[in-house]
């Protein structure tokens, strides 16, 4: 166990005896107990329609949740891994009920059980996914939608005023950048909360194959488009990175069936004119004969399934090798963005997860101190401002989120390698210095011995301002702290 994870399990045993006798604030602590335990919770957010459950579906390689309109759409979503399938309404007042699990065409049903959406805190999906092992996925409703009661619902559980988070990071979808997502982020970032920034987000450009009318170069499109949006002094500043995801065709790429497979071959066989002449919109393609071992039916699960931007990319990409369903659906996974999308997860949010559950349970801690307060406090107030300083991992999340915005300037020849360091390139120890993966453990040492020195120079340099300096000061902990796991793990030897 970590260090940090076990000064947070001490904070709680602390508090726990502190508020010995109080039943609501023991439950409270019971729950951050059981949160530092469980695997880092996702929330996956954005306006109606933005293409949430998809993506959802396509992360857990998985059809489970509904996508478009429905009750449920309505009530926040949580899926978490469970041995056995198991869905449960948790009221905002009463205790949780399970209700029956029922699915259509693949998909979850989920009803409320007579409940309005309004008297659903939330719903909780236990499922036996793999993909879900070390991670819980939060579906939530729309925010800025026309039910203004369903956007604040949502908000509220990913940043309310007066308790932690319910997510330990955050998936942001847009379709464009609207003043809506702008507002949200920010409110995620607002510094009047003593917690600022305490959830992360990356950014996800979200369904877009629909930018170039269906063409093949609408990837290309829009990565143009995410690098626009890197360039955003705001939105660098509000998100740790922006990604362009075509959703539909993650989930289809992880969920892809062999009759689909063969269909696609099919279509790949047909002269290059006459099948662009019957991919120039669905109403053709599906009326289309050609080539007539494809029928109606398999052409509209296409449609429904890839879209005719997908089509037309698994074509050429079977034209171009790809002859087998495995090998088409690695790289329709990878060409969709959900590998890069996967990798950042890994790497900004896995590789932190400890750090990042912390924070919420210090966030609820401090909280709980100030809404029921009482007497012996003191004792547990210095523990909680330790913690606070000593998990490191979310300080450099938000160094980073700084250093990107321009918030923080360093001297242009520093910056690259301060956001390497910060882990921005990814948080293994050779990604941060820069070495390759088989790097020597006494070239990794050097490595981190001269980025130290580096990083202290310039902190200690006259003309250096108090944000430089924090940077430097971060990053020589960092450094330090590679420093020693090299040395306990050759004392270990
Ligand atoms: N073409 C295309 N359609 C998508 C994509 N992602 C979602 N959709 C469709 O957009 C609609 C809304 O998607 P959904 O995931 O329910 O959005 P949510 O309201 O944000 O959860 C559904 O009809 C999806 O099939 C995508 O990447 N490409
Ligand atoms: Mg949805």
Known sequence: MKPVTSAAAELLRETTELYAGDHTALSMLEAYSCRLQEPLRVAVAGMAKAGKSTLLNAIIGEEIAATDAGECTKVVTWYRHGHVPKLTLHPVEGQPRELPIRRREGHLVLTLDGHRPEEVKHLVVDWPSPALKNLTLIDTPGLASLAESVSARSENSMAP?????????IIYLMRHLHSSDVKFLEALQDPKRRFSG????LVVLSRVDEIGAGRIESLVSAGRIADRYRQDKKLRRLSLGIIPVAGLLAQTARTLRQSEYVALAELAKVDRSARERTLLSTDIFLASKNPSTVNEEMRTCLVNRFGIFGIRLAV???????NDATTLAQ??????????????????????????????????????LKDRPRPGAERVSPMLERLLSASHEPRELRLLMRLRSGAATLPREFAPEAEQLLGGSGTS??????????AYQSEIEEAALAAVKRWRTLSEHPLSDRAVIDVCRTIVRTCEGIIEDLQSTADQR
Do not use: W, Y
């Open 429 to 438: 120890v050779s990604k941060r210095l820069g070495l390759p993966e088989e």
């Open 198 to 201: 305490a959830v992360s987000s």
């Open 331 to 368: 790289e329709l996974a990878r060409r969709s963005g959900l590998d890069e999308l996967l990798d950042l997860l890994q790497g900004q949010f896995q590789a932190r997860a400890a750090e990042l559950k912390i924070r919420s349970v210090i966030m609820g801690v401090d909280q709980l």
């Open 161 to 169: 005023d007066d308790a932690p988070s319910d997510a330990d990071a």
């Open 316 to 322: 050429v990409l079977i034209q171009s090798g790809s």
